[in-house]
C-alpha cells in the first residue's frame, strides 16, 4: 500500500475474494480488548483528549471480519492496462467528467491558479478516486483501523493511521460521524489515509475545516496541495500515448534500464531519457508520426499492446496512488477535459487537446 493515498485500484481489478478470514493475535499480542487499552493510553499519551479517545473506541469490542477479509483479498489475476483503461474511462464517464468539469470550471481554475496544478489533472484525480463527488466511503474510519492495526500484518502502519485519525477527531477536523471512508481507512473524496489528510488537506472556503467530504473547494485544494508537493510543475504534461513496434521494444529492452524504487510501478517503467534518445529507438507517435523535437525527458510505461511516453509530472500521480492503471487513467481523463494541453512539443504550454 502507498504511504498516503489509496485509491485501491488493485480491488478494482480483483477476482472474487477469498473465503472470510479473522484477525486473530499474533502469539506476541493481547487479547483485544487489552490492546485497545493500550492504545487508549498512547493516544492520551500523545495529547488526544480522554474524551476523544472514550468516544472514538466506544463500542469497539472486537475486530472486523469484513475489513480482514478486504485485507487478504489480492488480485489473483488483472487487467492489462489497455484493459483497465478501456473498461474505467467509458464514454459514460468521460461524459460526467466533462458534465462536472464545465459544474465546477470556476474553482477549478481558481484552485489551479493558486497551486500551480492543471485543473483537469485536479478533476482527474476527484474523477478517480470519487467519481466526481458521488463516492467518498461510508465505513467508519476507526473501527476499521482498530482492526487493521490489531492484524499482524500491517500493524505498525495501520497504528500510526488509527493514532492520527484520533487526532484529526482531537483537532475538531471532523465530527467522528464524519470521519468514514474505505474499509482501509482512505477518507472523503480525496481518499486521503490519516496522515495525510493532516498533512495536505486544505480549507479552502476559510470555514475553519479541511472538509474533504463533502466541500468541492477542499477537495480541489487538498488534491492540489497534495499533488504540489510531490513535484507537480504548473504548465507541464504528465505524458501521452506512444507507438512502440516490436523492433523498438527490443531495442528499448536492451539499452534502457528499468528505475528502481519501493514503489512497484516505478520498477515497471524505464528510466528518463531525451526525447531524442526515443526517437532513436524507434519510438512514434500514433500513426507513425515523428516525437516533438523537444528538450524534455520521458520514461516508457507498457502495458498489453499500449504504451505511454510519461514526464516528470507523471511521479506525482504515482505518489497519488502508485499504481500505472490509475496514473494512466487520470492523465487521459484529464486529456478528454476542455482544458488539456495539445502537445508534449511544448510542454509549458496549455492549449485543447488534440487526438
Not at 516490436?246 to 528499448?252: D, P, V
Request: positive net charge.
Amino acid at each position: 500500500m502507498r504511504r498516503h493515498v489509496f485509491a485501491l485500484v488493485a480491488l478494482l481489478l480483483a477476482v472474487p475474494a477469498r473465503a472470510a478470514q479473522t484477525a486473530e493475535p499474533a502469539p506476541d499480542r493481547p487479547p483485544f480488548a487489552e490492546w485497545l487499552a493500550g492504545l487508549r493510553t498512547e493516544a492520551i499519551r500523545r495529547g488526544v483528549r480522554a474524551e476523544i479517545v472514550d468516544q472514538a473506541l466506544a463500542g469497539i469490542e472486537e475486530p472486523q471480519p469484513i475489513i480482514i477479509e478486504r485485507d487478504r483479498s489480492q488480485a489473483e489475476a488483472v487487467l492489462s492496462l489497455e484493459q483497465y483503461v478501456k473498461r474505467r474511462l467509458t464514454r459514460k464517464f468521460v461524459r460526467t467528467g466533462r458534465e462536472m468539469y464545465g459544474r465546477y470550471r470556476g474553482l477549478l481554475d481558481q484552485v489551479g491558479r493558486k497551486y500551480g496544478v492543471s485543473p483537469s489533472i485536479i478533476a482527474g484525480v476527484w474523477g478517480m478516486e470519487s467519481n466526481f463527488g458521488k463516492f467518498s466511503g461510508v465505513r467508519p474510519t476507526i473501527p476499521a483501523l482498530a482492526t487493521l492495526a490489531y492484524d499482524p500484518r500491517r500493524a505498525a502502519f495501520f497504528r500510526g493511521e488509527l493514532l492520527q485519525a484520533l487526532e484529526i477527531l482531537n483537532r475538531g477536523d471532523a465530527t467522528l460521524d464524519e470521519l468514514r471512508g474505505s474499509w482501509a481507512g482512505a477518507m472523503g473524496q480525496t481518499q486521503f489515509m490519516p496522515s495525510a489528510y493532516l498533512k495536505f488537506a486544505e480549507d479552502f472556503d476559510g470555514d475553519g475545516r479541511r472538509d474533504i467530504w463533502s466541500s468541492p473547494s477542499d477537495v480541489f485544494a487538498s488534491i492540489a496541495n497534495y499533488l504540489k508537493v510531490h513535484g507537480w510543475k504548473d504548465g507541464q504534461l504528465w505524458g501521452r500515448q506512444v507507438a512502440v513496434s516490436r523492433t523498438a521494444a527490443r531495442r528499448i529492452a536492451a539499452d534502457v534500464p528499468r528505475r528502481g524504487g519501493t514503489c512497484q510501478a516505478t520498477r515497471d517503467m524505464t528510466i528518463p531519457r531525451p526525447l531524442a534518445d526515443w526517437t532513436r529507438l524507434g519510438v512514434r507517435l500514433p500513426r507513425g508520426r515523428p516525437l516533438p523535437h523537444a528538450a524534455i525527458e520521458a520514461s516508457l510505461v507498457s502495458g498489453g499492446t499500449t504504451h505511454y511516453l510519461v514526464y516528470a509530472n507523471y511521479d506525482a500521480l504515482l505518489d497519488y496512488n502508485c499504481a500505472h492503471a490509475y496514473a494512466v487513467s487520470v492523465g487521459l481523463l484529464a486529456d478528454r477535459l476542455p482544458s488539456a494541453p495539445a502537445s508534449a512539443a511544448t510542454p509549458t504550454r496549455r492549449a485543447p487537446a488534440r487526438r
